[in-house]
């Protein structure tokens, strides 16, 4: 029998608030009792309403059963004074690229996003899975511009980007909450993936992951 991280987390919560119990938070990576549910608008569109927007259902086979790289899992990391950076991880090699973003506006991050891809081998440009921010409602002019289908997690369903989520409670380790992420350009946040990647998680490697994803192209 498998049980997934949810259910864990549904198990402890109490029934009326929500709440993980104080005893048990301290076992908690992230220390936090209440999951917190985070709203915004783009031009109406209320989160988890994206136009448009396919679910992750609909992702090739490739991308769910992890065969072939270049499907990717991304989201936002949150710094303070209103700062951010999204992260982008391949579901097969685990190979990241930390993007810094000016705003969370799509019509800011989704440029962004694009220019990041051209950075990256062009196999990697298959598939991008992300959650329900409205960082992406613009969605559709990212696929124009790189050739990337994107796809969208269910609503509140973390676990469906499990590999994304484990590599930015990595990352927090060299960018800890409360950091001003504005302050570093985008040459100061490559270091970050060099690290962050050599760290397999819960897919063991005796190579980087880095080197894992050259090997795989070369």
Same mark, same amino acid.
């Not at 005893?23 to 220390?31: D, F, S, V, Y």
């Not at 990256?120 to 598939?127: V, Y």
């Not at 959650?131 to 409205?134: K, V």
């Given at each position: 029998?498998?049980?997934?991280h ?5 198990? !402890?919560?109490t029934t ?6 104080r ?9 936090r009792p ?5 709203r ?17 259902e ?5 991308a769910?059963d ?5 499907h ?6 949150i710094g303070?004074n ?5 992260t982008?991880v391949?579901r097969?090699?685990?190979?990241l ?7 969370r506006?799509t019509?800011?991050?989704v440029?962004?996003l694009a220019?990041?891809?051209?950075r990256?081998?062009?196999? @990697?440009?298959?598939?991008l899975?992300w959650?329900?921010?409205?960082e992406?409602?613009?969605?559709k002019?990212l696929?124009t511009?790189?050739g990337?289908d994107v796809?969208f997690?269910?609503p ?5 980007r ?6 930015n409670? @990595?990352?927090r ?7 001003n *992420?504005?302050?570093f350009?985008q040459d100061? *946040?490559v270091?970050?993936p060099?690290k !962050?990647d ?8 005796s190579?980087? @992951? ?5 090997c795989?192209?070369s």
């Open positions: 029998m498998e049980i997934s949810e259910t864990i987390y549904r198990s !402890v919560y009326r608030w929500k709440v993980i119990p005893e048990l938070c301290k076992r908690l990576r992230t220390g209440i999951r917190k549910n985070k915004h608008t783009v031009k109406g569109q209320w989160r988890s309403q994206i136009t448009d927007a396919r679910p992750i609909e992702r090739p086979q490739a769910q992890r065969s072939e790289p270049g990717l899992e991304g989201d936002l990391v303070s209103n700062s951010q950076v999204a982008l391949d097969k090699t685990r190979f690229t930390v993007v810094k973003l000016a705003s506006h019509s800011v991050a440029p962004a220019e990041a891809y051209t990256m081998d062009s196999r @990697l440009h298959g598939t899975t959650d329900r921010g409205m992406l409602a613009a969605h002019r696929s511009d790189t990337v796809f997690a269910a509140r369903s973390p676990w469906q499990g590999t994304n989520e484990n590599t409670k @990595l990352l380790q060299y960018l800890p909450k409360g950091t *992420l504005s302050t350009s100061d *946040l270091p970050s060099a !962050v050599t760290r397999s998680g819960d897919h063991a490697a190579v980087s @992951l880095s080197d894992s994803c050259w795989w192209f």
